[in-house]
């Protein structure tokens, strides 16, 4: 029996979690706040800062713990990796150097530039008004996104045209991360459609999953405001219809260029999961970021189409040796996040939630729990996104109505977005990407 620690409270460390003990993994979890998912999966829990090592580490010693996964950025930005690994624990996980591909977008890009990396777009840093006159008039006010360097939990970033409308706005937002002593970046926009690699890295080998695209927006259409993420679905072909398996072969290429840039800038190995979020655009694929864990709700669609054994996977990851290709299911999935009314800006909190267990059984969706509580057996609201339902199914329309079903299984004042996952929004997509293409 393998004892594995997982850190993290969110439906992603449910659905690894999930994912480890199918693979015949003893779990524990520390997590800074209750999952009740995680709780029912675990042996033993512990609720505590996920940034706390000391504590975490003695937790380890205490139950024998093998290796340790860590889901969420927050504690790996901040060292994590190299805490553990002193403490003589092992981990999935890149260290603190290797985590400023996603904690510093400055880092992200500079290194980009170095190795000469084809997906990086045109950007540069600031800390004060000084220069950004004239970049603005170099690259058109039109054509600019603001990005703060570092964790926003993706709400962080403007984008003229959809959060910033004039020279006014932009320099006004400039201005507010400024006296926020903030650096920024101002960076090119790119347009097209974008699409989720999640990765699975050992050092060297960078290892794919099925392509996943997730919808920002909080509400159908792409309307509202940017939120951490409302839904998102996979294809049973593992890409998706605007994007060729040449496109993933070239992100990949990327992704690998990157890993080795890591190494050779820092000297430390990138090791864990690898999120490249990347855009199809005329000119070619652009890289938008990288995340150095896997995505939520992205986890929830490649996750459980793994054939292999996750725990197997860790442990070749841990020791560098992950040659064996790593197979999913060729099935479409469609995955829905029920929200708070009036998230992200006003969230209901402390609603009840009520899960009619043997319904949503029968409908065939799966469900996992993210930022809700659990007190006397029933299921509450916080400020965040509260439970994921996921269809899992041959094609993306029968995924996309098991996971409407799913939905409809929960009560609460809750809303999710009902266009995820459809063929119409898909086709929009699309029809988009034809028409940037010149299709
Ligand atoms: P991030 O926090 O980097 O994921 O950015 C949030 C969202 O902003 C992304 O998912 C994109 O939709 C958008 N975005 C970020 N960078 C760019 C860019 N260079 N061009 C266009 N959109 C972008
Ligand atoms: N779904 C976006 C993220 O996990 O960052």
């Known amino acids: 029996m393998v004892n ?33 998912g995680l709780e029912d999966l675990s042996e033993k829990i512990k609720i ?27 504690p790996l930005v901040v060292g994590i990796v190299d805490a553990l690994e002193k403490g003589g624990i092992s981990c999935v996980g890149p260290k603190i150097e290797a985590a400023q591909l996603e904690g510093s977008k400055v880092f992200t890009r500079n290194l980009l530039e170095k190795y000469n990396i084809k997906s990086n777009v045109k950007s540069k840093v600031f800390n004060s ?72 890295v050992d050092g060297k080998n960078v290892i794919g999953s099925p392509l996943v695209q997730d919808h920002k927006r909080a509400y159908e259409d792409d309307k509202g405001p940017n939120t951490g993420g409302m839904g998102s679905y996979s294809m ?12 993933v072969l070239e992100a990949l290429e990327d992704m690998k260029k990157t890993i080795a840039a890591v190494k050779a800038e820092t000297g430390v190995e990138y090791k864990g999961f690898l999120y490249g979020q990347f855009m199809k655009t005329a000119g070619g694929l652009k890289l938008i970021e990288f995340n150095s864990r896997f995505g939520d709700p992205e986890a929830m669609n490649v996750l459980p189409l793994l054939k292999g054994n996750l725990v197997d996977i860790c442990w070749a ?76 199914a041959d094609s993306l329309e029968e995924a996309e109505r098991i996971a409407e ?6 009560d609460g004042k809750l809303f999710h977005r009902k266009d995820v996952g459809t063929r119409k ?9 034809n028409s940037l293409l010149n299709k």
């Open 4 to 36: 594995v620690l997982i850190i993290g409270h969110g439906a992603r460390e449910h659905v690894l979690g999930e994912t480890l003990v199918k693979g015949g993994a003893k779990l524990y979890s520390f997590m800074s706040f209750k999952n009740a």
């Open 48 to 74: 505590h800062s996920e940034t706390d090592f000391k504590e975490i580490i003695d937790f380890c010693k205490e139950n024998i713990i093998d290796f340790a996964v860590i889901g969420p950025e927050a």
């Open 129 to 200: 008004i000084n220069g950004i006159e004239n970049y603005i008039k170099d690259i058109g006010v039109k054509n600019l996104v603001v990005k703060p360097e570092g964790l926003t939990g993706g709400k962080g970033v403007k984008v003229f045209g959809d959060h910033l409308f004039s020279k006014e706005d932009l320099l006004e937002y400039c201005l507010e991360l400024i006296n926020n002593n903030n650096r920024f970046l101002l960076e090119e926009k790119c347009i097209g459609e974008e699409f989720t690699l999640q990765t699975f």
């Open 236 to 247: 049973e072909d593992h890409l998706m219809p605007f994007i060729t398996q040449e496109d």
């Open 317 to 392: 990851i841990i020791e560098g040796n992950l040659t064996q290709n790593i197979e999913f299911e060729n099935k479409a999935t469609v995955c829905k996040y029920l929200a708070p009314e009036g998230y992200p800006v006003n969230p209901k909190r402390d609603e009840q939630v009520i899960v009619n267990q043997e319904k949503i059984k029968n409908s065939g969706a799966r469900y996992y729990y993210a930022s809700v509580y659990r007190e006397e057996g029933k299921i509450f609201t916080t400020s965040s996104r509260a439970m994921g339902v996921l269809g899992i």
């Open 405 to 410: 079903t799913g939905v409809q299984c929960i």
């Open 425 to 433: 929004l898909l086709q929009k997509r699309i029809n988009h990407m």
